[in-house]
């Protein structure tokens, strides 16, 4: 891409993370990368985000000017971001650091006018106005129930910290000519639910999460940003898929008959609290989601994409499951 004239961005997000793979692009093509947060929970940008490249640019000995072009004069240039470039006329727009080494930021400038003093953020903090299209009603436990029609299913499999999945065939685990999860196996099932309207949940199965308590509900799913749960129990997903829509937005964690939820009432992916409050309830409901035993580093984050068909290979949408390598959808069974 960089030897056709593209730039390119070195991402990292809670879930996604590409800097180990691309970070030598930057000797090779100063003029050409960028350097992006994308997909990061409120905790992971409270201590930091693009900084926290150019910290691991400098210690891997990359040249300073190098990795700050990379982290503002490049994005700023090719998406033609109205910033000041420290010339004469333009606006002040800066930032102030301890040194070259550390670049530990002391001061931000927008404007002239001093946003952060080193300890604190001096923006003014609004509330947002609530816009939402949440219309689905809450869902009973039968509408989660699979009846198995084969002796074999495609399953998704993940891996933590990828986007991308693959499809692999099992032998179905059932109880009474249902297929259910099975934890020994690592076999969740997985379900999404069109938001915008009643519907009937689409419903498949993922390996790859180490799941073995309770369930997870969220309305955040590339890209249609439908609801996306993964759980042990039907009874579990159920909990936490209704808790969501009752909320019309969220993250909420079923274990057992307990369930706690962040609330996301703008479009159903956004908190209306500050950064803080927002990142302290982010971490509780983390915590939650660790007692559910996965070893992955954000199942939260990592689900959210289970959703989002271009990714290869195989994902689940509102329809059904989809291999994006045919560009169909394929039956749950074989």
Request: proline share 4%; aromatic share 8%.
């Amino acid at each position: 891409k960089c030897e056709f004239g593209m730039h390119v961005l070195i991402r990292e997000g809670s879930a996604a993370k590409n800097f180990d793979a691309l970070h030598p692009l930057l000797k090779e093509y100063p003029e050409q990368i960028m350097f992006c947060t994308d997909d990061a929970h409120p905790s992971f940008l409270n201590k930091g985000h693009i900084n926290r490249m150019v910290k691991k640019s400098l210690d891997l000995g990359y040249d300073l000017y190098d990795v700050l072009r990379a982290a503002s004069y490049n994005p700023a240039m090719h998406y033609k971001i109205p910033a000041g470039f420290l010339r004469e006329g333009d606006s002040a727009d800066f930032i102030q650091v301890n040194n070259l080494k550390d670049l530990t930021i002391q001061a931000t400038y927008i404007q002239g006018t001093c946003v952060y003093d080193g300890e604190k953020c001096t923006l003014p903090f609004h509330k947002p106005i609530l816009r939402n299209n949440f219309h689905t009603k809450p869902i009973p436990l039968e509408k989660l129930t699979v009846k198995a029609k084969g002796k074999q299913m495609r399953v998704i499999v993940c891996e933590d910290r990828e986007l991308i999945t693959k499809e692999e065939l099992y032998p179905v685990h059932t109880f009474d000519g249902f297929v259910e999860s099975d934890t020994e196996r690592d076999i969740l099932k997985l379900v999404i639910l069109n938001r915008y309207q009643t519907a009937t949940p689409a419903i498949a199965f993922i390996k790859g999460t180490g799941l073995k308590l309770g369930a997870i509900a969220q309305s955040i799913s590339h890209d249609s940003h439908n609801i996306i749960a993964i759980g042990v129990t039907d009874f579990e997903l159920m909990q936490a898929i209704n808790v969501v829509i009752k909320a019309k937005g969220g993250i909420a964690v079923s274990c057992m008959d307990e369930v706690s939820l962040l609330p996301l009432p703008v479009a159903g992916l956004m908190s209306d609290e500050s950064l803080e409050e927002t990142s302290r309830r982010y971490e509780e409901i983390e915590e939650k989601i660790k007692w559910l035993k996965t070893p992955m580093d954000s199942l939260q984050m990592t689900l959210s994409f289970m959703g989002l068909l271009v990714i290869p290979s195989l994902k689940l949408s509102d329809k059904g499951l989809f291999n994006s390598e045919t560009f169909q959808f394929t039956s749950l069974f074989v």
